[in-house]
């Protein structure tokens, strides 16, 4: 149910720009939390380090008022020289944190102003005794120093600091906890796109094999369609053939029994005026014409016949009626026609199929092959009779056949016919070799075995 509405949804027309609009908005929401975190982060790098100098800003003020106290006591120029290098580092780091704080807090949340004045005055009550110390009133600058609130002022120094510090701290949280709400929405908005990746390769992956299995049954289906259409066209052209053999012969025999009496008669009639006494010589030459012109015409009525249905194959057998056959073919042709004939064990029809084979093959040589030479061969090997027809002539592509060429079509179906196989092999300027395979009159009574697939080469 849930497989067929989503497949139902996803062939409709508005899928397409849906799934184009959600992943804008995936990639505009990721986009998005990406540049909110890597602003949120910067922010609390700066933090951090507003942070650190803010350290080195009390670092360096209790450095420069230790150096201070030190000249007091001993006068040194070293103490005095590191008093100004601290104040010089004291100036840089204050300005360095300050504006640090100031980068990061835009909306001046934390106060900087009071702990800048105070530190102005902690370095301003310390020049005072440097000034003094250096005008050779040390003792009076040592009155000033311990008559100063150092340590209470330090310590407030210190409080605001803290509370400085604190503040920011605070903002940093504050940038902490968004730094992972953008992180928690990159991993939400990855997890879905992900999920919606795995549901959609799913669904294509179910529907290809799905499209695939209706493919294959399709095919499955199309292929037995063309098999039984292709035996029933087998089995049609097989049926015509042998519709048409029987018409055949039956028009030969009534060619043999009508024409046949009617000549007969004729003869007889012709004997029985000769007979007649006092007939004239025209007369006589008359008939002699008659007679002459009448066997002519049973001559034309024993080639209808032969041709129609060959006698000498039922009163002579197969290999007497093909020596017959190649006999005629080669005083027709004027060429040699070498036979190789054994008997073989062959039906009735078995045996009209390799006659009209041979002579087929031999009426298509006398046509086109424009041969010097000719071999006809008949031989039995185990279950199977093997018939061919060899010429040297000019050949021809086998595989290029016009179709409104069916003699050799005619061929292939009247040996398929009977479970057998048809091979022509021929090359332009190679001749042609036609082969046959047909089973043994005890196949054909009994299981028949299957030859080998047809073949065609060039």
Known sequence: MIKSSIERVARTRYVMPVVLALAVVAVVVIEGAFQHSRTTLTQGIALTDARLQAGRVLQHLTDAETAARAFLI??????????????????????????????????????????????????TAMEQWMDTAERGRR?????????????????????????????????????????????MINRVALHLLVLISVLGLVLFTRQLRYSDEQKARESEYLASQVALRTAELRELAGHLVTTREDERGRMARELHDELGGLFTAMKLELARLRRIPELPAQAQERMGGIEQRLNEGIAVKRRIIEHLRPSSLDQLGLVSALEVLCQDAASNLGLPVNTDLESVNLDKECELTVFRLVQESLTNISKYAKARQVWVSLEAEGDWVRVGVRDDGCGFHAHTVPARHHGLIGMRVRV???????????????????????????????????????????
């Open 416 to 458: 398929e016919s009977h479970a057998g196989r048809l091979d022509i092999v021929s090359s332009p300027g190679q001749g042609t070799h036609i082969k046959a395979e047909l089973p043994c009159k005890a196949q054909t009574e009994g299981e028949v075995c299957e030859p080998g697939q047809p073949e065609v080469q060039g």
């Open 139 to 183: 003792t009076q600058a040592r009155l000033m120093a311990s008559s100063d609130r150092g340590r209470t002022a330090y310590a407030d120094l210190r409080a605001g600091f803290d509370l400085v510090l604190q503040r920011a701290a605070a903002l940093q949280q504050t940038a902490r906890v968004s730094l992972f709400d953008a992180i």
């Open 74 to 123: 001993n006068g040194q120029a070293a103490d005095r020289d590191d008093y100004r290098e601290s104040i010089m580092a004291l100036a840089e780091a204050q300005s360095g944190a300050f504006q640090l704080i100031a980068d990061v807090d835009p909306q001046r949340t934390v106060s900087v102003e009071e702990l800048r004045m105070a530190i102005q005055s902690r370095v």
